[in-house]
């Protein structure tokens, strides 16, 4: 897969089927739009591109959102690229491109710039200055530039569409396993180890730290049944994301008890895959007590992970 920076990067593309929008999480409404562009692509031994945009357009037009995100720049290329994308052009977005009317954007990015032969959109696509462009705008003027246009019916999962502003909502109440149902995937995070207050080893449950992401989603405090990944190892473990009040609030870590037993991780970067939550942040009374409910946190993980194919080997 290609990363384009430019339109200029762009010229020549064969055939190339198009379609717009931020993909964060790259979910099952992502995943159907992709199959989509990749079936009109084979039919024509096309160009499967991807039009994103960076920063979020959020970051100029409204910078004062605090934006949380469901994947990094990085895991959402490798994420298109597996979902079968060719190119990918990552257009600067600033509010000079911000003020362009509907018509020059469809002109400048969408023919002159990409060659767009298929657009593939959702039915509430908005583009161009005050975001002005709509579906139909698309749809009238697309003929006159040389290309068709697909308005996309979004996913339905449970009676609702599927959106990344759903996952997030979900992630953040700590719905983990919903979550992971509309992502065709756990919900993960990654970063490297760190040292934390060495408390899990002095109760029995050695734990691998990490600090929250920067500008991720995260899950609400409390306990999950996990796997942290080490390249493409899979460690089945127990997850507390919090302050650990028990012993006066700290900073918030997110810290992992193998249930495989300590690995010397520190300094390597792991991602940690967030199946199912089990409970709350809980103060306990002693540390005795919190060391009882720790283990009946890894009882719960293993008979958790044994419903799911191929780990059962990795949780006994």
Known sequence: MRVAQSLQECAGLAYPVVTIGNFDGVHVGHQAVLRLVRERVQLHRGTVVVLTFDPHPLRVLAPKVALRFLCDPADKLGLLEAAGVDVVVRLPFT??????TPEEFMARVLRDGL???ELFVGQNFRFGKDRAGTIHTLMDAGPRMGFTVQAIA????GGAPVSSTRIRDLVQAGRVSDAAALLSRPYMLKGPVVR????????GFPTANLLPPEGRVLPPDGVYASHLWVGTQALAGVTYIGTRPTFGAGARLIETHLLEGDRGLYGLEVAIAFYE????????????LLAQQIS?????T???LRTRPGVAARTS
């Open 302 to 304: 293993r008979e958790i």
């Open 196 to 203: 934390g207050e060495r408390r899990g080893g002095v109760l």
């Open 154 to 157: 979004p996913v339905v999962v």
């Open 296 to 300: 009946a946190d890894v009882d719960r």
């Open 115 to 117: 060659g767009t032969r």
């Open 277 to 288: 939550r089990l409970r709350d942040d809980q103060t306990f009374d002693s540390a005795d």
């Open 95 to 100: 509010q000079e491109f911000a003020a362009q």
